[in-house]
């Protein structure tokens, strides 16, 4: 009964990683093709090596990783894959919460930064339109505030005289009497990251119990194949 049970959780581990990988692998293709076929986003400047793409792409690169791991580990019921397995997971469960710590500890700094850094994009964006050409900051802009129907970061004051017709209620936008989104994008933004933080907060539960369950079920199998002397089958 308990090596029937054992071999179910073996099968059980091997099939639960193969997925992941096959995620983790179509979350790296996808990275890839964001950052062959995008533009970088220029929105917050200190961190604008760390966009879609690029978090796509080293998500991707660490779920394949790890789920390959964890699969090769219970096929080949081998102890140094299969505690390795447990050692990323658990690490990878004290980065999670920590940064979830971090968030809400350093929550008004990070307002802070965040509006810093908008105001800066902001500006530079401004500079670079005075002639009328289109930069990269404008495009990144323009789908804010056609997305969030917002203009600037706190108002249209914000673009002074070079106000984006993304910022125009009617579509196309009147030239003579243009009529612009009141609400500034910043307040959009945070309205948008707080009705979305319980999503977020109950994915990041999921994934920890999804990773806990990864730790026991490896430990078990781990433990089983140290009492049966097979630590380095390969």
């Not at 969030?148 to 004051?157: E, L, V």
Request: one cysteine or more; glycine letters at 6%; aromatic letters at 12%.
């Amino acid at each position: 009964m308990a090596q029937n049970c054992l071999k179910c959780l073996k099968y059980t581990m091997c099939m639960v990683n193969f997925l992941c990988f096959m995620c983790g692998t179509a979350v790296f293709g996808f990275g890839v093709f964001l950052m062959l076929n995008t533009k970088v986003s220029a929105l917050i400047p200190t961190l604008s090596t760390l966009n879609l793409a690029n978090t796509l792409f080293i998500t991707g690169i660490i779920i394949t990783c790890v789920s390959f791991l964890g699969f090769l580990g219970a096929l080949k019921e081998n102890r140094c894959l299969l505690i390795t397995f447990f050692i990323l997971l658990f690490i990878l469960m004290l980065v999670e919460l920590t940064v979830a710590c971090l968030l809400l500890v350093y929550e008004k700094e990070i307002d802070r930064f965040l509006e810093k850094d908008l105001t800066e994009s902001l500006g530079k964006s401004r500079e670079l339109t005075k002639g009328g050409n289109s930069t990269k900051n404008t495009d990144d802009w323009d789908v804010i505030q056609v997305t969030f129907q917002c203009c600037g970061i706190h108002n249209t004051s914000d673009w002074k005289d070079k106000v984006p017709p993304s910022c125009c209620r009617e579509s196309p936008c009147d030239p003579k009497k243009p009529v612009y989104w009141k609400a500034g994008c910043y307040n959009k933004l945070k309205v948008w990251f707080e009705e979305n933080f319980l999503v977020t907060g109950v994915g990041v539960i999921v994934l920890c119990i999804i990773e806990v369950l990864g730790m026991c079920f490896s430990m078990t199998l781990f433990c089983h194949i140290s009492r049966s002397g097979l630590g380095y089958k390969l």
